[in-house]
């Protein structure tokens, strides 16, 4: 449960962030990390379009760059998009300004107003100036689809287990997922709207 879902201690740390929306409201927001890229965000929209369901992906600027179809397509389509830096960067093996030079490449290509850390974790001085240009977005519920250690059945497990009114879900668009997800991403989308929870993106 401490990958699962996150501790006090870090919505503690980045307070102004996003972690959870309304906890009153029945509904959940599906995000996707990482892409876009061909081996796995088809599949994700295709699937999204046959259930009538919004998302956010949060993008990596030289994805955008390798595969700009892709993110037109899902910007075509309605999804929301954001921000994941450039080059996928880890927040403690670069220098703040690097760091942060390299969100606002990426946003060259993305034009998002939302921002999410690789790995869910930034500097405290990173959060601070990104937090002035950026709504930050964390989550509310990690399904782990990305671990070798997890099979589908698992990921869907983690979805049914975790998930609460105003969930923030984190899938992610990348090689290490979509085999799990081509099983584990529509049964937890039929899975929550049986529940009864509406799908919602950010504004």
């Known amino acids: 449960m401490l990958i699962e879902q996150p501790t006090k201690f870090l919505r503690w740390i980045f307070p102004k962030a996003l972690w959870r929306m309304d906890p009153k409201v029945k509904a959940v927001y599906l995000t996707f990390d990482d892409g876009p890229i061909p081996e796995a965000t088809p599949f994700i929209l295709d699937t999204l379009r046959a259930y009538g369901i919004k998302a956010t992906f949060f993008m990596v600027g030289d994805n955008v760059s390798k595969y700009p179809e892709l993110y037109q397509r899902v910007r075509d389509e309605g999804h929301q998009v954001g921000n994941h830096t450039n080059n996928h960067?880890?927040?403690?093996?670069?220098?703040?300004?690097?760091?942060?030079?390299?969100?606002?490449?990426?946003?060259?290509?993305?034009?998002?107003?939302l921002f999410r850390p690789p790995h869910g974790i930034m500097r405290w001085s990173e959060y601070y100036w990104l937090r002035k240009h950026f709504k930050i977005v964390m989550w509310d519920?990690?399904?782990?689809d990305y671990s070798k250690w997890l099979t589908a059945d698992d990921v869907l497990l983690n979805v049914k287990r975790y998930v609460r009114n105003g969930?923030?879900?984190?899938?992610?668009?990348?090689?290490?997922?979509?085999?799990?997800?081509?099983?584990?991403?529509?049964?937890?989308i039929e899975w929550l709207?049986?529940?009864?929870?509406?799908?919602?993106?950010?504004?």
């Open 167 to 188: 969930s923030i879900i984190t899938f992610h668009d990348s090689l290490k997922s979509i085999d799990k997800l081509h099983t584990a991403l529509p049964q937890a």
């Open 193 to 203: 709207q049986k529940e009864g929870y509406e799908f919602r993106v950010f504004e």
């Open 89 to 113: 960067l880890g927040a403690f093996k670069h220098w703040t300004v690097t760091y942060i030079m390299n969100t606002f490449k990426a946003n060259e290509l993305i034009h998002a107003h």
């Open 141 to 144: 519920l990690v399904t782990r």
